[in-house]
């Protein structure tokens, strides 16, 4: 009582009773005190209340687990151990952490979410591969995993028992523990068989399972399948057992259900050809699949779930024929339901023998319709002297139709089951198996009736067994520890089932009633009335019902309804019927019904055999239902109970299959019924919670003193707890754990709070005060600065207002003084201002005066000139008008006459005659025109001589006027002048001001549009080079990443090469040790290469060796497995696809060309166009030129005409004109002299002909005086021949562009005439192709595409052809051409020459050649060759060669050997030496694969051969770095760059096993070294683990901790360096290293719940500071690597940061970059306090952060991918080794190798 008070204090917190939420949490407002009789209570929505104890009892309310304990992997590590604990954990894990799986000791428990969840990935299996179960969060794959380990470690069957009601789940969680055994125990010898097994479930599932109201994927039947393994484990068969299958649902189905899933698959298909003969409809027409009223399931096609199941019947070997009889029954089933009896009168009924369905159902089962339609309406009674007929009433007909449409699909079904065993029965011996139990859970509805009472049954014998093996656990584990055993009381449910089974149960009776002539349910419920009411305690009948029985199971009271239960545990079917099926046509329904006959007679009985055991058959059939399913039920307990068994408790959340809800009334119920408070109840009984001495002296060191600590940890504890708890009961000491009760744990936790919270204000206090005291000498600082800074501020504005004083005073003096003189100026300027005005107005009156009086003078002129001119215009006008009429007259008379004489004969005679003399007319028409000109220019000078005269007589005039009218003027003048001036002025300077305010104005715009111009440009010009380098950067970006692409790819390809390599390996020695048991003494050539061979035959020809190697090849097709040919099949179509991306890349290049082509095409004819278009705008011109002359002509006659004078506009217009045509003149003068050179150039021609005929003594005479002759300034000749030559040059410059354009334009037209066939053919093939069914389409373009591939290919191997016989023609060239210079150097040496110098150069010239022929060169005999490679390759220990040795000497020697085989031109032995040291290699490291030694060995080796091959070949790209003594030995004759590929894909290879070498090393260290150690100790201290953590499935390994992996790492970066491996190879090792521990260390995270927390955030961080401390120490480029370990360091801040706010959840997602959505949700999910102090994240934060995440494109995967394996490149890497000076040891024993 003392313990309860110190329990139930105020602020302690309960759970109450609830009727809704089942339990509700409340805390104490008030001390509770032993004697109180209520407790005072607070809820969590703030409303009080009181809770009434009962008097006569001591139960309290059960207490709350800390919040450090709630949401825990392991319900048995709460400390208060109950139903309410339990419940909330479970809602804590479902609901806040979207956690479904959690353990309960050795129960997983799983809750439906509804909701699909990527937690099943072949990366999650990969994680939960190898693991303890305790060391992972609860998950399917962990109890698969445990099953499987301890399979392989004990030796012993395993089954997983997976239970739950429907909905649940079931079904679901036994697929995925199927998938994980495919996955973890794949065979490389028949993987085809986990592929079978996974594929009998879309099968199962379309027979099986139905939509329900409270599952749309519901399982109507139990199955226990059992998983068969080999010695090694893997997989090599299975076998499947099924229970008591819903046959009712066959015929009836409730509201919103549906029957089977196969009949609306087939209903689905029905339109498709193939099922056309099935004659079937929708489903809505039938009445077996219509009367649930909703036959659709969202989100399911039932037409592609149809294509799955038919998938997975091929798969498992099921023919297509064997399909279509299946659905042809199946369709049958359907066609019966919809027959219809008619009743006849009240005691018989009848079938319509032309009714459509019966006759449809008759035709599919090939059976008589008539048999079949008087069998379904009677039946035959048999007595001791005759048989005969009885009709049938309606009722019994229809139920006898419907029995015969479930016999018939129990039968199918049945069948299916046997095919699905038969094609997964192994051939070999079966080792050992997994069983995967998934049966119906405990039900329990409003009517139940025989279905459910065989459920519960089941559930009661398996809840026997589970109690069994948990009381069993326990007491091991008791007894392990040495802990003194009392006995558990556990529920026993033996009565139980005794009152089912045991004689005189309810099975007995019920078999018994059956076999009663007139046995009924109600006589059978008087019977059980009798033997168990009132006898058995589990036995009960309801009070208002005789029909119906009570039975206490270990969950709950059922009662069960009688009505029904005889006629389901009977089952019979009319046996007449079953005659009719069996004398089908149809070979299928027989081999159906005669399965078990099958089984028993064999496979060759007969029809009539089969007939003649009808009753052998229908005795076996007339089995009871209940007897069957209770021996089917003993044999699954015996195996059962032959295995260890591992739990799994599916958990249906609510009814609504709302995601992530749940509804406590639900959950509570079914944690009842399946056993999970059970086992709380037994744990909690004795000592649910236990630590090791270790865990709980981390975990309450707090609560020890110094001198309690001791060395020895176990007296440690021993010591503290007697202190702590003084109830010795309450606690036990093991021998390597403490044991507690439950409670106790809770208990030392409130201790250990109270500690920390008292250190805590402890603390605050301090620091409290030390900030107050900061504050406040802080503040005092502060005043005292305030202070002084104010007293100066008062001086300073105090001398300031002085000063300002006195300039006041200043100021009004002067400004005073400023508005006195400014006054005076002001009136002074008025008074001269008005007697300006004053002058200036009667000035103004006098000038207005005057101008008036010469205006009117001038108005009048005007006007009488303008009247005389009106009348002139007139008469004129008249004049002219009368002469058109006169001219219009004539020209009508004058038309009709020229029309008639048109047409004439004569006219058309004279026109022709006509047209001799037009070309004299026009010449005299030229000759007149230059008259005319004459003409003009006479009279033009004639009108300027008159023009001149008039203009003296003119100025005579002018002059007298000037003389009269100048005295008038001089005084207008004066005053007009000087006012017009001023006011000219003024507008003037008024415009000028203006001017200059708008050139300001706009200056100052323009000058800010500049800038802003300048602004723009800069941003842009900025932009586009910002652009430009983010484009190219993005463009070399993608480049990068397509290349590490295509690397990836390519290397990828070169690992399944290997795989089939090794594939290829085994099946040939799997051959030959065949071949050898069958035939002995035979023996077989040996190949002096290996199988990899294969691989380079394309670089070599076949030898003989290789011809047999294939042979062998072709006679080992045949023995390929299935899984080979899977996997070619995939690889095949991956190159299918690759195959269509490659020519959509091949159209989109080409449309490219053929737009870029058109383009060219296109410039071109623009620039034809262009020209065309130049020319003619040039001739417009020219046009528009000679129009404006004749118009210039034009005018200037009528100005003749009209004879103005000088000065006049007619004049100006005249001088213009004349100014115009005299350019024109100086344009035909040089037109002119033109024409004039061409006469010269003709009669120069003329006189040189001349005057070398008849004149060549004559030397006086020259052409020269001819042409001086002709043209007055001499230069003609010369003008005209630079003209010529410049016309000649330009005329052939032009020519050859025009050429050299046509010849491009015809090229570009050839070629897009070559491209449009091109198109052509491939748009005909491609209609071609179209028209093709899909494979044959498909088939059809691989064709294409092979014959397009090999049609290049032939082009390229005829181009190499030729410069291979180019290049070894030169090199014969070249060797005669050296040998033919040696014989001239020595015929050299033997003359004699005469100076002794020349022989000695001569001489030593001679001589360094010869060196250099041969140094850096090893010979070695022809039959040494294998003796060489076993010593060198083969029998080398690398460990010697590294330590004692130069690095890559095997590659050095290896090259020297080389060298000489290429000195001696031996293609022969270049070949062989260079395959077989290949194949050498390859075998050594399929010996010593797993050797990190070894592969690092020879990685540096084949590195440095491949590189001596590049150092040494000759070509300029890789001889820059070479000495001249290097240059000098280079290779001579052949060309390795073939064998340099073949030597780089082995590089590649070894690389890849040196990194799956590497991480096999790592594996085991990674999580043990970054995750589980404590490297701080200061954070150290764990919550409380459950029993799942203490019961792993091996024991405790060696520990790793952090140097563990340090030191690993570096022994493995020293093996690379020893080895003489590249720099950049090492990084690229290292980087791989570190992304594999990153990648390790962060899976292990998210599947850890007990990893997320501050403190481990902590410790992890500090792990990663010291790899990169490490990588600091290599001098390694830590940037590139560290990006590796970037998500592991951002999982760590993750854990570290706050985790409250909107602000927070910003934060977070700004910073983790390198992790996905998926990863950072996970990590907050999981994330928990170690400590009180610690908060969890909150729901706002939590949605904050998913709500910001959202938009991120990434990939749905949680866990990273520790396979990948980045592309390695081997960048080329020199060696300054100077091969003259290699020298081999001794110790290699090669001295039959010659060093030349």
């Known amino acids: 009582m003392a313990a309860a008070s110190t329990l139930y204090s105020k602020y302690a917190r309960v759970w109450i009773p609830d009727p809704i939420e089942v339990w509700k949490s409340a805390e104490l407002t008030k001390d509770y005190y032993p004697g109180d009789t209520a407790l005072q209570l607070q809820f969590e929505d703030g409303t009080e209340s009181v809770y009434k104890l009962d008097p006569k009892g001591d139960a309290l309310p059960p207490l709350r687990n800390p919040d450090i304990l709630v949401g825990e992997n392991d319900l048995t590590a709460l400390s208060y151990l109950h139903e309410p604990a339990m419940l909330h954990n479970l809602r804590v894990r479902f609901i806040d952490s979207k956690l479904i799986y959690t353990y309960c000791g050795i129960i997983l428990v799983a809750i439906n979410p509804y909701e699909s969840l990527p937690i099943y990935g072949a990366d999650i299996i990969s994680a939960y591969s190898g693991q303890n179960m305790g060391d992972m969060d609860p998950h399917i794959f962990a109890v698969a995993e445990e099953a499987y380990k301890q399979m392989a470690r004990d030796e012993r069957n395993q089954s997983i028992i997976v239970s739950g009601e429907s909905g649940a789940g079931k079904t679901v969680s036994a697929k995925y523990a199927m998938r994980y055994f495919a996955t973890v125990s794949g065979s490389s010898k028949e993987t085809s068989v986990e592929e079978k097994v996974l594929a009998s479930s879309p099968i199962m599932e379309a027979f099986g399972n139905a939509k329900t109201t409270r599952n749309d994927n519901s399982s109507r039947f139990g199955k226990y399948v059992e998983i068969g393994f080999n010695r090694e484990h893997h997989i090599i068969g299975a076998n499947m057992r099924t229970y008591l299958l819903e046959k009712s649902r066959v015929v009836f189905q409730a509201s919103e259900e549906r029957n089977y899933h196969i009949f609306y698959q087939l209903c689905a298909c029905a339109q498709l050809p193939e099922y056309k003969a099935l004659q079937l409809g929708s489903a809505d027409d039938f009445h077996c ?183 069993k656990l326990e007491q091991e584990e008791y007894l392990k520890e040495q802990i003194p055993w009392t006995l558990i009381d556990f529920y026993d449910n033996q009565p139980c089932i005794n009152l089912i089974e045991a004689k005189m149960g309810v099975l007995d009776l019920l078999d018994e009633e059956c076999m009663m002539p007139k046995g009924s349910d109600d006589s059978w419920a008087q019977k059980l009335y009798n033997t168990h009411l009132k006898k058995s305690a589990q036995f009960d009948k309801p009070r208002m019902s005789n029909k119906a029985f009570i039975i206490q199971h270990f969950a709950d009271r059922v009662e069960y309804q009688c009505e029904g239960f005889l006629e389901k545990n009977k089952d019979t079917v009319n046996e007449e019927q079953i005659n009719v099926l069996k004398s089908s046509k149809f070979a299928f329904v027989l081999e159906v019904f005669q399965e078990e006959e099958k089984a028993s007679t064999g496979p060759a009985a007969s029809v009539s055999t089969k007939m003649g055991r009808a009753g052998q058959s229908l005795r076996e059939h007339k089995k009871s239902v209940g007897l069957q399913f209770r021996n089917s039920l003993n044999l699954l307990m015996d195996t059962l109970n032959a295995t260890t068994p591992h739990y799994v408790r599916c958990i249906k959340p609510n009814d609504h299959k709302s995601p992530f809800m749940m509804e406590s009334g639900r959950a509570v119920q079914q944690l009842r019924a399946c056993g999970v408070l059970e086992t709380i109840r037994i744990s909690a009984a004795g000592f649910p919670s236990r630590w090791t001495y270790q865990e709980f002296f981390i975990r309450y060191r707090v609560l020890m003193k110094q001198k309690d600590v001791l060395s020895d940890r176990k007296l440690t504890c021993q010591n503290v707890l007697q202190q702590l708890i003084k109830d010795p009961d309450k606690y036990k000491f093991g021998k390597t754990k403490i044991f507690f009760r439950a409670g106790q744990v809770a208990y030392l936790e409130k201790l250990r709070a109270d500690k920390l919270r008292a250190a805590c204000v402890q603390i605050q206090k301090t620091i409290r005060c030390w900030l107050a005291r900061k504050k406040y000498l802080r503040l005092r600082q502060a005043t005292v600065t305030i202070q002084r800074y104010v007293r100066g501020q008062q001086a300073r504005a105090l001398y300031k207002y002085l000063r300002r004083t006195k300039a006041a005073v200043v100021i009004q003096k002067y400004q005073r003084m400023f508005a006195a003189r400014r006054l005076y100026k002001r009136k002074r300027a008025a008074a001269v201002l008005l007697q300006r005005l004053l002058r200036g107005h009667a000035a103004r009156l006098q000038y207005r005066q005057l101008r008036y009086e010469q205006t009117v003078v001038v108005v009048q002129r005007w006007v009488r000139g303008w009247l005389a001119r009106l009348c002139y215009r007139r008469t004129v006008k008249a004049v002219v008008y009368l002469q058109c009429c006169v001219r219009r007259l004539l020209a009508r008379r004058e038309l009709k006459r020229l029309k008639i004489e048109a047409r004439s004969v004569e006219h058309y005679k004279k026109l022709n005659f006509g047209m001799e003399n037009k070309i004299m007319q026009l010449q005299r028409k030229v000759d007149d025109q230059h008259k005319e000109n004459r003409e003009l220019l006479e009279r033009l000078i004639v009108v300027e001589n008159s023009s001149v005269a008039e203009l003296e007589k003119l100025r005579s005039q002018i002059e007298c006027l000037q003389g009269v009218e100048e005295g008038a003027r001089r005084l207008g003048e004066q005053v007009s002048t000087l006012e017009e001036e001023l006011g000219i002025t003024r507008e003037e300077l008024e415009r000028n001001r203006k001017m200059v305010e708008e050139l300001n104005l706009k200056n100052s715009l323009l000058k800010r549009e500049k800038d802003e111009l300048n602004t723009l440009i800069k941003e842009q010009s900025q932009q586009i080079t910002d652009k430009l380098q983010k484009t190219h950067q993005e463009y070399t970006e993608h480049l990068q990443t397509e290349l590490k692409e295509e690397r990836t790819r390519y290397q990828n390809l070169l690992i399944e090469h290997v795989k089939l390599e090794e594939i290829h390996a085994d099946l040939k020695s799997e051959k030959q040790a065949t071949a050898n048991e069958s035939k002995l003494g035979h023996l077989r050539t040996d190949s002096a290469y290996s199988i990899n061979e ?137 037109e002119v002299l033109l024409l004039r050179n061409e006469l010269v150039n003709l009669e120069a021609s003329k006189y040189k002909e001349v005057a070398s005929e008849g004149y060549s003594g004559d030397s006086s005479r020259s052409p020269t005086l001819d042409l001086r002759e002709l043209n007055e300034d001499g230069e003609l000749w010369i003008v005209y021949e630079g003209l010529k030559e410049t016309n000649r040059l330009l005329e052939s410059q032009l020519q050859a562009e025009r050429q050299d354009h046509a010849d491009e334009l015809q090229a570009l037209r050839a070629e897009l005439q070559a491209m449009r066939e091109e198109r052509d053919k491939q748009q005909q093939l491609l209609s071609q192709t179209l028209q093709l069914p899909q494979d044959a389409r498909v088939n059809a373009a691989l064709q294409h595409e092979i014959t397009h591939l090999t049609r290049n290919n032939i082009d390229l191997m005829e181009q190499v052809d030729k410069q291979d016989k180019i290049i070894r023609k030169l090199k014969k060239q070249l060797k005669l051409y050296m040998k033919k210079a040696e014989d001239s150097e020595f015929v050299q040496i033997d003359q004699p020459f005469p100076d002794n110098k020349a022989v000695e150069a001569t001489h030593a010239v001679s001589v360094i050649r010869k060196e250099r022929h041969s140094q850096g060169m090893l010979e070695f005999r022809k039959e040494d060759e294998g003796k060489l490679l076993k010593t060198l390759i083969t029998d080398l220990k690398p460990r010697g060669v590294a330590v004692n040795l130069i690095p890559c000497l095997p590659a050095y020697i290896l090259f020297m050997c080389l060298r000489h085989a290429d000195y001696t031109n031996n293609d022969q032995r270049v070949c062989t030496l260079l395959n077989s040291s290949i194949n050498c290699i390859k075998n050594v490291l399929k010996k010593k694969g797993d050797d990190f030694e070894t592969v690092s060995f020879w990685l540096a080796n084949t590195c440095r051969l491949l590189h001596c091959l590049k150092q040494y070949s000759g070509e300029e790209t890789y001889t820059k770095n070479n000495t001249s003594q290097q240059n000098e030995q280079c290779l001579l004759n052949f060309d390795l760059a073939e064998y340099r590929q073949v030597l780089s894909d082995l590089i590649i290879q070894i690389y890849q096993q040196l990194i799956k070498c590497m991480e096999n090393i790592l594996q085991p260290m990674i999580v043990a070294g970054m995750l589980e150690q404590d490297s701080i100790p200061v954070m150290s201290g764990q919550k409380p683990t459950g029993l799942r953590k203490r019961t792993s499935s091996f024991p405790e390994e060696s520990a790793y901790t952090l140097e563990s992996i340090i030191k690993q790492l570096d022994s493995l970066h020293s093996t690379l360096m020893q080895h003489g491996n590249d720099p950049d190879l090492i990084r690229q090792v290292v980087k791989q290293q570190f992304y594999f521990i990153c990648a390790v260390t962060l899976n292990s995270l998210l599947l850890r719940k007990d990893m997320c927390s501050w403190s481990k955030g902590l410790q992890i961080r500090y792990n990663v500071s010291q790899l990169e401390e490490w990588l600091m120490d290599k001098e390694i480029q830590s940037g590139v690597v560290r990006e590796m370990m970037e998500p592991l360091i951002q999982a760590t801040k993750l854990l570290q940061v706050n985790k409250k706010s909107k602000e927070d959840a910003e934060a977070i997602a700004t910073m983790c970059t390198a992790l996905t959505a998926a990863q950072i949700l996970k990590i907050l999910n999981l994330y928990t306090p170690v400590n009180e102090f610690e908060e969890r994240v909150s729901v706002s934060c939590m949605k904050a952060v998913q709500a910001l995440l959202k938009d991120r494109q990434e990939s749905p995967q949680l866990l990273m991918d520790s396979k990948i394996v980045f592309p390695v490149s081997f960048p080329f890497n020199p060696s300054h080794v100077a091969l003259e000076n290699i020298q081999i040891p001794t110790s290699l024993n090669l001295s039959f190798l010659t060093l030349l």
Not at 433 to 454: A, H, K, P, R
Request: with cysteine.
């Open 289 to 471: 699949t219509n009367q649930g009223t909703n036959p659709v399931i969202h989100g399911v096609d039932d037409a592609q779930e149809m294509q799955a199941t038919r998938r997975a019947f091929s798969l498992l070997g099921i023919t297509e024929g064997e399909q279509m009889d299946l659905f042809q029954i199946l369709a049958a089933i359907l066609h019966l339901g919809n027959v219809e009896v008619i009743a006849r009168g009240s005691g018989n009924c009848s079938v319509s023998a032309d009714n459509c369905h019966l006759s449809v159902f008759s035709e599919l089962m090939m059976v008589s319709c008539e048999s079949m339609a008087h069998w379904l309406c009677h039946k035959k009674l048999k007595t001791a002297t005759e048989t005969f007929n009885k009709p049938l009433t309606k009722m019994e007909a229809v139920d006898g139709r419907d029995a015969l449409a479930k016999y018939i699909y129990s039968r199918l079904f049945n069948w299916i089951v046997s095919q699905i065993n038969r094609v997964l029965q192994s051939s070999s011996k079966q080792h050992s198996f997994i069983g995967v139990l998934d049966i119906y859970g405990f039900e329990t509805f409003e009517i139940n009736s025989f279905e459910q009472f065989c459920i519960n049954y089941a559930n009661e014998k398996l809840q026997q067994q589970f109690n069994m093996h948990v009381f």
């Open 1094 to 1230: 294969s691989e380079y035959t394309r670089y070599s020809e076949f030898t003989g060796s290789e011809v047999s190697l294939h042979g062998q090849e072709d006679e080992l097709q045949g023995a390929v497995d299935v899984s080979l040919l899977l996997k070619l099949q995939r690889r095949v179509a991956e190159l299918e696809q690759e195959k269509l991306s490659l020519q959509n890349e091949f159209d989109t290049r080409e449309e490219k060309l053929q737009q870029e082509h058109i383009k060219e095409l296109e410039a071109c004819r623009r620039t034809l166009r262009s020209e065309k278009d130049y020319e003619s705008q040039k001739r417009q011109e020219l046009e528009s030129d000679n129009k404006r002359l004749k118009k210039d002509l034009n005018e200037l006659r009528s100005s003749l005409g009209k004879g103005s004078g000088r000065g006049s506009q007619a004049y100006n217009v005249l001088l213009e004109q004349l100014s115009s045509i005299t350019e024109e003149l100086e344009v035909r003068k040089e």
